[in-house]
């Protein structure tokens, strides 16, 4: 069934949005002050991402492909696997996701951002930064997670297999990201979504929130364009060797 592409763009919305209510709520329960995780560590947080990229592709994958990532859009449509003309449309509609879905973190987890007073507990629960405060590892880990994400999610649903059973491959795209959140994550967070950074990001800017600190703009540049850089290479590999 072909969908319309206000149906599509619905999907893209609400599928970003669910991706930061399970990942970045995922940090929040971690590094919020009194939750009922808090200290849950790194593999709660891996987790949460894991199935907040599995839902959406399960939920709207035969809807609208179920990027939920502007690079994924972009990587796509450069590779010739997208329409140009829908790239500028999927991306508006992941952005508005992302925001939505950083305002329900932020709303449901409001008394514990009152309770907390580390500024960098706080700001992961919006965005990413470099534990070793290095921007050049900031970009090679965002970049090489990022290919790594958009090689295994296309090999998962656009070879014959993942098409004949998407459910399968949905799942296994939701392994992948916890995988790579667990291996790969450290140093960043990671990213691999400049919408789960960007948005988030501004809306920490522009939020109440006590004890919130700085939001980085120095550095934001690098979870946008280390992952779109990072998904084109994932997805000409995936083009050239296996489509």
């Given at each position: 069934?072909?969908?319309?592409?206000?149906?599509?763009?619905?999907?893209?919305?609400?599928?970003?949005?669910?991706l930061?209510?399970?990942?970045?709520?995922?940090?929040?329960?971690?590094?919020?002050?009194?939750?009922?995780?808090?200290?849950?560590?790194?593999?709660?947080?891996?987790?949460?991402?894991?199935?907040?990229?599995?839902f959406?592709?399960?939920?709207?994958?035969?809807?609208?492909?179920?990027?939920?990532?502007?690079?994924?859009?972009?990587?796509?449509?450069?590779?010739?696997?997208?329409?140009?003309?829908?790239?500028?449309?999927?991306?508006?509609?992941?952005?508005?996701?992302?925001?939505?879905g950083?305002?329900?973190?932020?709303?449901?987890?409001w008394?514990?951002?009152?309770?907390?007073?580390?500024?960098?507990?706080?700001?992961?629960?919006?965005?990413?930064?470099?534990?070793?405060?290095?921007?050049?590892?900031?970009?090679?880990?965002?970049?090489?997670?990022?290919?790594?994400?958009?090689?295994?999610?296309?090999?998962?649903?656009?070879?014959?297999?993942?098409?004949?059973?998407?459910?399968?491959?949905?799942?296994?795209?939701?392994?992948?990201?916890?995988?790579?959140?667990t291996?790969?994550?450290?140093?960043?967070?990671?990213?691999?979504?400049?919408?789960?950074?960007?948005?988030p990001?501004?809306?920490?800017a522009?939020?109440?929130?006590?004890?919130?600190?700085?939001?980085?703009?120095g550095?934001?540049?690098?979870?946008?364009?280390?992952?779109?850089?990072?998904?084109?290479?994932?997805?000409?590999?995936?083009?050239?060797?296996?489509?």
């Amino acid at each position: 069934m072909e969908y319309s592409l206000f149906i599509k763009l619905a999907a893209e919305f609400v599928g970003t949005a669910v991706l930061m209510v399970f990942g970045n709520g995922a940090v929040a329960n971690a590094e919020l002050k009194n939750t009922k995780g808090y200290h849950a560590g790194w593999l709660n947080i891996a987790m949460g991402y894991g199935f907040g990229v599995m839902f959406p592709v399960l939920m709207f994958g035969g809807v609208s492909g179920a990027h939920i990532n502007p690079a994924m859009t972009l990587a796509q449509a450069i590779n010739g696997m997208f329409p140009w003309g829908q790239v500028l449309p999927y991306i508006i509609a992941q952005l508005l996701g992302a925001v939505v879905g950083q305002l329900i973190v932020y709303i449901t987890y409001w008394p514990h951002y009152k309770d907390t007073e580390d500024a960098n507990a706080i700001l992961g629960t919006f965005c990413t930064t470099d534990a070793h405060n290095d921007r050049v590892n900031y970009f090679v880990n965002e970049f090489f997670g990022t290919l790594m994400l958009v090689l295994g999610a296309l090999c998962c649903l656009e070879m014959p297999w993942g098409k004949e059973d998407h459910a399968a491959a949905a799942i296994v795209v939701g392994f992948i990201v916890w995988g790579l959140v667990t291996s790969m994550g450290g140093p960043t967070g990671p990213g691999l979504n400049p919408a789960r950074d960007l948005m988030p990001r501004l809306l920490h800017a522009i939020l109440p929130i006590p004890h919130k600190g700085s939001s980085r703009w120095g550095e934001a540049w690098i979870p946008v364009v280390a992952p779109i850089a990072g998904a084109i290479v994932g997805a000409f590999l995936f083009k050239s060797l296996f489509a």
